[in-house]
Structure formats: C-alpha cells, structure tokens
C-alpha cells in the first residue's frame, strides 16, 4: 500500500510542480488571442468554460486505455506503478500539453499539420495517413468494446444492436457542433467515470488491499516470457503516454478561451488519467490477494473472453455492490465512447484540414465524414484482440513523431527541448524495438531488437544535433 500512496501523492505534485515548470518552458500567455475567440464558427471554434474542457479532454482520452492497459500492464509486475508515474508525469502529460498548445499557437491546427510545420512536408503526408487511420482505428475499437460490455449487461440485447446504437451516436458526435452534443452529455458520463474511480480507490482502503510494493522488487510476473522492456510499455499506453491524445488536444485547443487554462485542461487531464490507471493497476494486481492470483484468474477465462473487461466486472461487482458496480461498468463503458465519438470527429477535422474543405456547412462535413464512417464499419469486422494489439503500437509510434515535433519546436524557439528530446528518444526505443520482437510484429528475438533500437535512437539523435548544429539553435 506505500507505493501506491507513494505514487498518488507523486502524481499531484508532478501536475503542480512539473506542470508549472511546463508553462514556462512553453511560454503561456494570458494576454494572446485564442483561436476559439478569433475564430468563432460555432461548430468546431467554440468557446467553453474551462472545466468543461477539461472534462471533455479527460474523457476523450480515458478510453479503454487507462484501464484495460494498465490492468494488463500490471501482469509484468509493481514496475507498472513506476512506468505509469514517471511516464505520466515527464512523458504523457508533457506530450499533452505541449501539442495542445503548440495548437493554439496554430490556429487549432490538427496533428498532422503540426507535425508538418515542424518536421517537414514528407512527414506531414505520412501523418495525415497515419493519424486517420489510427482514429479510425480508435473508432473501431471504441465501438466494439463498449459493444460488448453493454451486451453483458442487457441479455436481451446483442452486441450487434449495440455496435449499432454505438455507432449512431457517433455519427451524430462526429457531425454536430461541440456544444450540442459532446458538450452537454460529457457531464454526465464524467460522473460515472468518477463514481468507478473514487469507488474502486475507497475500496482499496476499506479492503486494506495487499497491493504489490515497488519496494519488494521489479521481477516480471508476466507468465508469458514477454520482457518488460518493450511490452510493458506499449501495453500501458493511455495512463502513462498515447499519441492518440495529441489528435485529441487540437479540438480542444479550438475551444480554449485562455492560454492559462492550458496546464489545467491538457497536462491536467493526462495526470487525471495517469490516476485512473494507477487505481485500476492497484486493484488488479490485488483483488485476488496477488498478481499471481490476477493470473489465475484470467488464464481461466475462455480464450474468447475480453480479459480486462471480465477483470472490471468481478472487481466493481464484488467491492462496490450491485449498483455501485453497474455504475462502475458504466463508467467504464463511458470512457471508451467518449474516446471513439471524438475519434471520428478529429478525423474529420484531420481530413478537412488538408483537403482545405470548410466544416460549417453541413453538407461539407458529410462529405468529409461518410468515407470515414464506412472505412470504420469495414475495420469493425476485425477481431477486437488484433485491434487493440496494433492500436497499441500505433498509438505509441504517433507518439513518438509527436515528441519529436515538439522536440524541433521547442528548439526553434530557442527554449529547454531536453523535456521533450529525452521521453521522445526513450519513446523511439520502446516503439523499435516493439514491432521487431512483439508476436504480433516480426517476433524476431529480443536481442535483435534492443541492438536495432539502440542504433536507430543513435541515429535519430547524431541526426537531431547535426540538423541543430547547422541551424545554429
């Protein structure tokens, strides 16, 4: 129980200290006009008050990641606790806030477009592919997921009426303006998101739970012989880094009325995450008095099974009641949709910010949205464990361009790029090495891998000085 308490007290001063020292690394300016009050549509620009925003951005990155990823990601070990703290607070929420506010400073530029500016014309239109098809991607697996864990509570009703029901309201969230839709329903599910983490973490201390401490050793328990270096670190995404959450701050970099809201909407919402994940690690990796017993429990299940899902639903049913775990499987069930709606509705902004196609009119966002709706049912009809295996190394790989871009920018305006370089260098490591050694990649042995990343981030970084060296940054 120390570590854990240990780590919930790190993430609250890793949001006030480290995320103050980002606003003057970056460079916040209260007195700067925002996109969302020179730019006025009331679709896409729109002003809102600020917690409103950050409710809107924690859910829409608190999909099912933070918790189906940090309680897989907890099988290797207590070296979750750490990955999930350090990685939320020097890497996940640094990449959060500054893209969010490098797009503010772009006019609420989507991703692409920001990487673009930064690392080059032919990046720019590889990421315009890469990012729609990740968010397409995080469409898909944000359907199916939800999909299945509502067809668990309603019997009567199958999953394909769901992914249907789902479905429709995204359609609706990705064509609506913000505030008609998102903006009004995001409280509501942020309630539930909160009642299932507040539950579970009360629960912990009621239990007295026997949660693993950092202390007693980082041995990997993962029963797979899968390393900790880079499995772990893909399969804890959302709660600790995700470049899917840097396609998701331009939207709110639209909304955002101040640039001093900046560090309690983009670094805030991560560290909020980072929190979510480290109760749901917690409570796995205890609820069967062991991580040992976590494995049990799920090497039991059906090979069709949602492990992480089955995981919640024993969990909240078993510590918070009847009620309180319908609640909690709501919220769960919450997070992923408020995750996929936005998704879809980033990809349009994506798509219609390089075809230059006004989003006003309504007729111009069905004309952008109606492709990306039906390449989204087309990726549905995948089977949802091979989604989410190369959702994971995606996410991570955007990533990795993303800290990179930030990296340059930083640079450019000649101001401290070691906060971004280091996680992106570390970054470039895990996503390497993963796709060499990872089953659902080449699988090649693990030495491979670790020689190959070792010499591509030496690479990127001799390319790093001499591009700075010769623009004399």
Known sequence: ?????????????????????????FGADPSRTTPAVANSDGVDYVQLPW????????????????????????????????????????????????SGMMSIRANGASLPELIGQELGNGVKQAMRIFSLFLMILVGAVFVSGPAGLLAGLTPKISVTVWIAIVFAYYVLATLLPIDKLIGRIYPIFGVALLF????????????????????????????????????????????????????????????????????????????????????WAAAASSFWGSIDGLQKFVSELPPTANKAAEVVDEISRTWLGRFGGLLAMLGVIAAPITSGDTALRSARLI?????????????????????????????????????????????????????????????????????????????????????LVAPEGFGLPGWIGNMACAIVVFATLVAFVVWKRKRNY
């Open 1 to 25: 129980m120390y570590s854990f308490v240990i780590a919930l007290v790190l993430l609250v001063a890793g949001y006030v200290l480290y995320g103050r020292f980002m606003e003057k690394v």
């Open 51 to 98: 917690w409103r925003i950050f409710l809107i951005q924690f859910l829409n990155i608190a999909g099912l990641g933070p918790i189906f990823g940090a309680i897989m990601g907890i099988m290797f070990g207590p070296a979750a606790f750490l990955w999930i703290v350090f990685g939320t607070i020097f890497a996940g929420a640094v990449h959060d806030y500054l």
């Open 196 to 279: 299932m983490a507040v539950g579970i973490l009360v629960a912990l201390f009621v239990n007295n739970a026997p949660i693993p401490e950092v202390f007693d050793g980082l041995e990997n328990k993962q029963p797979g012989n899968l390393p900790i270096f880079p499995m772990m670190f893909v399969s804890i995404a959302c709660g600790a880094i995700s470049g899917f959450h840097a396609t998701q701050s331009p939207l709110m970099a639209r909304c955002v009325q101040n640039e001093r809201y900046g560090r309690r909407v983009f670094y805030g919402a991560m560290v909020a995450e980072g929190v979510v994940a480290l109760i």
């Open 351 to 435: 798509a219609a910010d390089f075809l230059h196609i006004d989003q006003k009119p309504i007729r111009k966002r069905l004309l952008v949205s109606v492709p990306i709706f039906l390449l989204t049912f087309v990726v549905l009809q995948i089977n949802f464990d091979i989604l989410w295996r190369y959702f994971a190394w995606t996410n991570q790989t955007l990533a990795v361009f993303t800290l990179w871009a930030i990296t340059v920018y930083l640079c450019r305006q000649h101001r401290n790029f070691y906060v971004a370089i280091i996680p992106a260098l570390f970054m470039t490591a895990v996503s390497v090495c993963y796709i």
